[in-house]
């Protein structure tokens, strides 16, 4: 089946440096489209990028994510970290055909220090 | 994200009857059902599209969904049990083709007394 696999559990970043929060995926699907969502504390997920083109850089809100087909890859970065960006971050992917469920990874919860 | 509202935003039940309603105001034609436990990810229950049923994962048979029309939807649960504390998510996406991104509404938080 396909499985999403991001950083394990919490990630601590000091307020103005880099984030990166990993993901990586196994499917089957011919075609795929990959989410980032966040989560913020008693609030619902929204997202935060969308891709289905490889290569292609897709930019929001400072964060950028780009899908690597080749190594199976969906890194969320941001240069600076901000306190509001503390938040669950979930990555997900789906097929593009048919009503194929969407597959969430387990999740990092990102906490920006001062 | 007041475009999608779901009531009662809070409910705690015994082993009573009671139901979740949810209403999106954004034209799409698909809604969803997520069931979100401590510490975990959405989880898909059901899917609609256009008022049909397309997809309804392995759930307990006390969780009916109801689509009265594409822009509401409905889950009623009957007898509940405390593994069914949680928070429910009513989503919705433009088709129920997969692919489209998901709005999620706020939620209704279910504690199982």
């Known amino acids: 089946g396909d499985s999403v696999t991001q950083t394990e559990g919490l990630v601590t970043v000091t307020e103005g440096l880099p984030v990166k929060l990993n993901c990586t995926y196994q499917t089957t699907y011919l075609t795929i489209a990959f989410f980032w969502y966040v989560q913020y504390l008693n609030e619902a997920p929204q997202v935060l990028l969308k891709?289905?083109?490889?290569?292609k850089r897709t930019e929001h809100q400072g964060f950028h994510a780009t899908l690597h087909k080749s190594s199976s890859s969906f890194h969320l970065q941001k240069s600076s970290a901000q306190l509001s960006d503390s938040a669950l971050y979930y990555c997900a992917l789906s097929g593009t055909e048919g009503a194929d469920r969407l597959t969430f990874g387990k999740g990092t919860q990102l906490i920006i220090q001062p | 994200n007041t475009k999608i509202t779901q009531s009662p935003r809070y409910l705690i039940l015994g082993r009573a009857n009671k139901s979740l309603e949810c209403e999106q105001h954004l034209g799409h034609n698909a809604m969803y059902w997520y069931k979100q436990s401590a510490e975990k990810p959405p989880e898909l229950m059901f899917l609609?599209?256009?008022?049909?049923?397309?997809r309804n994962e392995t759930v307990p048979s006390r969780f009916i969904p109801e689509c009265p029309d594409s822009s509401k939807l409905l889950l009623h649960i009957s007898a509940v049990d405390p593994e069914d504390s949680a928070v429910y998510f009513c989503a919705s996406s433009p088709t129920g083709v997969s692919g489209n991104t998901l709005y999620f509404g706020e939620g209704s938080r279910l504690i199982v007394v």
């Open positions: 891709s289905s083109t490889d290569n």
């Open positions: 609609y599209n256009l008022k049909q049923l397309i």
